[in-house]
């Protein structure tokens, strides 16, 4: 995740300071931005989501050997996600709500 904060502004004096200060944000957007970007899916999306190909699970166990933690799973009525509870992984569901 980027750490690092945009260098100071201040009070600048001349065209040549705002490139400078300009380059040195683009240099740390390039460097950090696209490593958290490589990175998004093993910091921040865990799992797939499987709408197609996978059917809704029949209950809370009705895990499959392609199944992996964080998949999601929707039907017309509900959401489902696999978790892993106590090390078993589980399905846990949530009623979908397009009333609002």
Avoid: H
């Amino acid at each position: 995740m980027t750490t690092s904060l945009y260098p100071d502004i201040g009070v600048l004096e001349s065209l040549e300071e705002v490139q400078e200060i300009l380059a040195e944000i683009v240099r740390l957007r390039k460097q950090e931005d696209i490593s958290d970007f490589t990175n998004l899916n093993s910091r921040f999306v865990l799992g797939r989501g499987r709408f197609t190909s996978r059917a809704a699970p029949s209950s809370a166990t009705d895990v499959i050997a392609t199944d992996v933690e964080g998949d999601i799973v929707n039907d017309a009525t509900y959401e489902y996600k696999l978790l892993n509870i106590s090390g078993t992984l589980k399905w846990d569901r949530r009623t979908l709500d397009v009333s609002w």
